[in-house]
Every structure is written in structure tokens, then in C-alpha cells.
């Protein structure tokens, strides 16, 4: 399917301005050594309407669409995510690249998100991004199933309140379905029925402890 670069609607713009997270998170997860670009096919002059870590090819917001992001755009067809290519940018740095499309309610492509690695940078600046420090909390339940995640939670909780020698032993219970409540756990269905259920008590008493709790908060 071809791209039209037709004016954009009110909503295609909306859509569009919905990625300005999507590009903060990946800049943020990969770092300042990897670019991206949000383009909007409007105006192929100046399409560059959000751009994160431009430092990598000395662009700015405003800047035109590359003609190799034309180029992987008319190659799409049905796809909406280009295969990786390479490219050089201002200066000679080796960049590895990937282009996705964005589409409207109709299909239609109306804009893209380039995503721009810098290779020229020295392998220890780029892999310290990747180590986590060494106060940070790493634990996270990468469960198959919301019953699995629920389950493992729980489990998970007990075993910290248990441990700790600052919670009462008759507040033990209260404790967990507090931590639980703040972990978010209560917004998945069943969760209350599974937490009754393995710490032996009534769901009336783990929902007397979330009213108290939301009382506390308030």
C-alpha cells in the first residue's frame, strides 16, 4: 500500500501526539546514545515534530524525514516495521536504524518512528546504561498468567512481612493485605478471594482492612 501525504485530521494529529511518550520511553530506556524520531508525513519539509537525543545526528524538531525513512516507508507495503538497516549520519557515525510506521483509524501511514543507534560510541558508555545500580530494586514477577501474578505476589509479600521483626505478629496479616494494597494487586478480579484464601481469613476482614486502609489515605 502506498503512503498519501494528504493534510492530516484533528484526530490523525491526536494520534500522533500520542507517541511523545513512546519516544521518551524508549530514549530513556536505551539511552543518550540512541535517537529517536517522531515524523509526520504532513509536511515532509519539516517533519520532524518530536525528537529525543538529536544530539546522536545534529537534528531538531523541524528538521525534514530522511530519504532512507522515504525509502523504507514505500517498502512497507502491509508491514509496519522496516528490517533493521545501516546508515551514516553527520561526521561519519555508523548508525543502526529501524523504521516504523503509524497508522490511522483508515490504515493510512501517517507518520513514522525512526529509531537511530549510534554504533560509534565507545562500548563501555553504551553498556553502562545497562547496569543497574547497585540500591536499585530488580525484582519483578514476570508471570504467565494474572493468576500467576496474583499468586507469586502474595507469596512474595509474606515472605517480606514475615521476616520482619517490626510488624507485630497479630498485625501480620493486616500488614500483608496493606502491602498488597499498595503493590496494586487489589485492581486485578479475584484478588481478594486468593488473598482470603491464603491467609486463612474471611473475605469480609480483607475488605474491612482495604476500607480502613482508603480511610488512612484519605
Known amino acids: 500500500m502506498s503512503a498519501t501525504f494528504n493534510p492530516l485530521s484533528d484526530e490523525d494529529h491526536a494520534i500522533l ?10 530514549a530513556a530506556l536505551i539511552g543518550e546514545h540512541c535517537e529517536i524520531v517522531l515524523h509526520s508525513l ?8 518530536y525528537i529525543v537525543n538529536g544530539h546522536n545526528t545534529d537534528r531538531k524538531i523541524g528538521s525534514p524525514i530522511t530519504d532512507r525513512a522515504l525509502w ?20 561519519g557515525v555508523l548508525m ?17 518512528i525512526c529509531i537511530n543507534l549510534n554504533l560509534d560510541v565507545p ?3 553504551f553498556l553502562s546504561t545497562f547496569i543497574a545500580p547497585q540500591e536499585s ?5 514476570f508471570a504467565s498468567s494474572v493468576e500467576d ?3 507469586q505476589t502474595i507469596e512474595s509479600t509474606i515472605d517480606e512481612i514475615q521476616n520482619d521483626r517490626n510488624v507485630a505478629n497479630n498485625n501480620k496479616n493486616r500488614q500483608i493485605v496493606t502491602t498488597l494494597f499498595e503493590k496494586g494487586i487489589f485492581d486485578i478480579k479475584d484478588a481478594i478471594n486468593q488473598v482470603a484464601e491464603r491467609l486463612d481469613i474471611s473475605r469480609h476482614t ?8 482508603k480511610q488512612d489515605n484519605e
Not at 501526539?17 to 524508549?26: K, M, N, T
Not at 504532513?42 to 515534530?49: D, M, N, Q, T, V
Open 206 to 213: 480483607v475488605y474491612l482492612y482495604i476500607r480502613q486502609i
Open 17 to 26: 501526539a500520542s507517541y511523545f511518550p513512546v519516544v521518551d520511553g524508549i
Open 42 to 49: 504532513e509536511f515532509l519539509e519539516h517533519s520532524a515534530i
Open 137 to 141: 530494586d530488580t525484582s519483578v514477577n
Open 149 to 151: 501474578l496474583v499468586a
Open 96 to 112: 543502526k536504524s529501524i523504521t516504523i510506521a503509524i497508522r490511522n483509524g483508515k490504515q493510512h501511514v501517517i507518520g513514522l
Open 123 to 125: 562500548v563501555s558508555q
Open 72 to 91: 523504507s516507508l514505500h517498502h512497507m507495503q502491509t508491514d509496519s516495521v522496516s528490517k533493521p538497516y545501516f546508515t551514516r549520519a553527520k561526521g
